[in-house]
């Protein structure tokens, strides 16, 4: 199984909502991502996770808030998202990160995507 | 300067055809060097990656490093309308390019 799987699809949510984003992987990998990518422009590393530890944090602002509960499962929880939030959530897992918590040669695997649509 | 640049396209070719994507980077370290494919609504897949320079073969795709110059690219022989899609190089870190749109007519 090569499948990383997120749930929702589509997400439409208000700026005053909370809401999570999930993400799940049976490949026994250890590392796990968030990327965010807008319409015609490349993904955007948000968050690391490594062996369930936060490792990476590219500055992303505190209305996100990743969760990694276990080594197969992803999470990011919305709260009080601005419309330029809106985007396509990228879900990645990778067997290893590499140092500085960065699989630069591990071969990662991405779900399809949360589209999200803050209104 | 960015880290890494991609003419973003969009790139349109004839079924058959041979297609040249490229890449440049700034930095001289760099020595891993993926190519990713995305379909439309979809999550990129890794195609290739090299490891410092030269070439490295896959199929229908060769992906090619040249380090004295900082160019990165990624050929398609006979070229599919499957092949269709956005490909995204990346350098060290996953710090991807633009993107190029490529598509390729029946």
């Known amino acids: 199984d090569t499948e990383v799987t997120q749930t929702p699809k589509h997400l439409v949510m208000g700026m005053t909502n909370k809401k999570s984003l999930k993400c799940e992987q049976h490949m026994g990998h250890r590392a796990m991502y968030w990327y965010k990518q807008k319409a015609k422009k490349p993904p955007e590393l948000m968050f690391v996770?490594?062996?369930?530890?936060?490792?990476i944090n590219e500055s992303v602002p505190s209305r996100f808030s990743p969760e990694c509960p276990n080594s197969s499962l992803l999470n990011l929880h919305l709260h009080a998202l601005q419309p330029e939030d809106s985007a396509l959530y990228l879900c990645a897992s990778s067997q290893e990160a590499g140092t500085s918590g960065r699989a630069y040669y591990d071969e990662q695997y991405f779900g399809p995507g949360t589209r999200l649509t803050v209104t | 300067q960015k880290e890494v640049e991609q003419d973003p396209g969009p790139l349109s070719v004839p079924e058959g055809a041979i297609v040249s994507l490229n890449c440049t980077y700034s930095?001289?370290?760099?020595?891993?060097f993926m190519w990713y494919r995305q379909y439309s609504r979809k999550g990129p897949e890794l195609l290739m990656y090299?490891?410092?320079?030269g070439n490295k073969e896959d199929g229908r795709f060769t992906a090619q490093v040249d380090k004295s110059s900082k160019y990165i690219s990624l050929f398609i022989r006979d070229s599919q309308p499957s092949d269709s899609a956005t490909y995204l190089c990346a350098v060290k870190d996953m710090r991807f390019g633009a993107g190029t749109r490529l598509t390729v007519k029946p």
């Open positions: 930095n001289s370290a760099f020595q891993y």
């Open positions: 996770y490594s062996y369930e530890k936060l490792s």
């Open positions: 090299t490891y410092s320079s």
